[in-house]
């Protein structure tokens, strides 16, 4: 059965909401930051830290990263609109893993999230259902 997680934009967070192209470009920015770490040290950290490609159906409403070996193989990223804990419809991202993912796939969409969350002030419902916020409040 699929899990999925969600990155709700609520009040405080940085952004109202996100396109499926700034969605990409948050991921290919991680991609980008972890590279030059990997330079720094001298390895290709980029591929241990994001062992994905990007791929695309013709449906503008979701991509998906495809993993590039064996450990990894999907992780499914699309905007949409959720319920927030104060029970508000609120803007989010949904992260899903599908049937099939692995233990890696569940622990990089973990990791994933939490950095998207933190860039972007945002609440984070994980796929356990706990919630992080990452939002300033009161």
Same mark, same amino acid.
């Given at each position: 059965?699929?899990?999925s997680?969600?990155?709700?934009?609520?009040?405080?967070s940085?952004?109202?909401?996100?396109?499926?192209?700034?969605?990409?470009?948050?991921?290919?920015?991680?991609?980008?930051?972890?590279? !030059?770490?990997?330079?720094?040290?001298?390895? &290709?950290? %980029?591929? /241990?830290?994001f062992?994905?490609t990007?791929?695309? =159906? #013709?449906?503008?409403?979701?991509?998906?990263?495809?993993?590039?070996?064996?450990?990894?193989?999907?992780?499914?990223?699309?905007?949409?609109?959720?319920?927030?804990?104060d029970?508000?419809?609120?803007?989010?991202?949904?992260?899903? !893993?599908?049937?099939?993912?692995?233990?890696? &796939?569940? %622990?990089? /969409?973990?990791?994933?999230?939490?950095?998207?969350? =933190? #860039?972007?002030?945002?609440?984070?419902?994980?796929?356990?259902?706990?919630?992080?916020?990452?939002?300033?409040?009161?």
């Amino acid at each position: 059965m699929s899990q999925s997680a969600y990155i709700k934009f609520v009040q405080g967070s940085s952004v109202e909401t996100l396109t499926l192209e700034e969605v990409q470009s948050k991921l290919m920015h991680y991609r980008e930051q972890t590279a !030059l770490t990997g330079s720094q040290l001298g390895w &290709d950290y %980029a591929e /241990a830290a994001f062992p994905y490609t990007f791929e695309s =159906k #013709q449906d503008e409403r979701w991509f998906y990263l495809k993993g590039i070996n064996p450990l990894y193989k999907y992780i499914i990223f699309g905007p949409g609109e959720t319920t927030s804990v104060d029970g508000k419809k609120v803007p989010c991202v949904q992260v899903v !893993l599908p049937d099939g993912a692995t233990h890696g &796939d569940k %622990a990089k /969409a973990n990791e994933l999230c939490k950095y998207m969350a =933190k #860039q972007l002030q945002a609440e984070l419902t994980m796929f356990n259902g706990r919630t992080i916020y990452y939002n300033p409040r009161k």
